[in-house]
């Protein structure tokens, strides 16, 4: 089964940038997406299709995808921003697979 | 507006049964896959099922494979899952999602229900 590897957490002051690496074997031949997911609520897509930003979500939020290594940078972060983040593919042996998720602290 | 409403969960006892629905409106549901997906307290996501626009394609996780059964209604607007043989480790908050597409991932999420498998 394909497996997606996370840092469980991710720590950033205000103001400054946050990546957030998903690892898998060469998961750079898939679709990465991200989702936020704050307490209490349901998860929501931030990025897709590894760089793509839904309507709403802010150009702060962007995503890179090569090798064995996707990445969600958050840029400007803010305070709002703090969240748990996981990454989700598409694999042909597994279906749909989650990353173990980040929880990302902002100082 | 996009809106998809879980219902059904609550307590239920090991090897008991529950069935969840999800209502969706403000789109064409019978147009898209959906699916479901857990949330164990203090886990993470875990995708448990899911079901192309005209029910064709099917599939679940592992974990519950002989045991769930997803299911969709498109004259009704509504996403089923029947969850028999519960055990503990089922215990978590079921969200139903709309999946756009391998390339678009998951646009769309309910509330959640939550099941609680206790004796």
């Known amino acids: 089964s394909y497996v997606l590897t996370q840092p469980p957490s991710v720590s950033v002051a205000p103001g400054k940038t946050a990546r957030i690496t998903c690892g898998g074997n060469n998961i750079g031949s898939k679709s990465v997406h991200w989702y936020q997911q704050k307490p209490g609520q349901a998860p929501v897509l931030v990025v897709y299709?590894?760089?793509d930003r839904p309507s709403g979500i802010p150009e702060r939020f962007s995503g890179s995808n090569s090798g064995n290594t996707a990445t969600l940078t958050i840029s400007r972060v803010e305070a709002g921003d703090e969240a748990d983040y996981y990454c989700q593919v598409w694999d042909s042996s597994s279906d749909w697979v989650f990353g173990g998720g980040t929880k990302l602290t902002v100082l | 507006e996009v809106q998809l409403v879980e219902s059904g969960g609550g307590l239920v006892k090991p090897g008991g049964s529950l069935r969840l629905s999800c209502a969706a409106s403000g789109f064409t549901f019978s147009s898209y896959s959906m699916n479901w997906v857990r949330q164990a307290p203090g886990k993470g996501l875990e995708w448990v099922s899911s079901?192309?626009?005209?029910?064709?394609?099917?599939y679940y996780a592992d974990s519950v494979k002989g045991r769930f059964t997803i299911s969709r209604d498109n004259a009704k607007n509504s996403l089923y899952l029947q969850m028999n043989s519960l055990r503990a480790e089922d215990t978590a908050v079921y969200y139903c999602?709309?999946?756009?597409?391998?390339?678009?991932?998951?646009?769309?999420w309910g509330q959640g229900t939550l099941v609680t498998v206790s004796s």
């Open positions: 299709d590894d760089s």
């Open positions: 999602a709309r999946e756009g597409g391998v390339a678009t991932g998951f646009d769309y």
């Open positions: 079901i192309s626009s005209s029910s064709s394609y099917i």
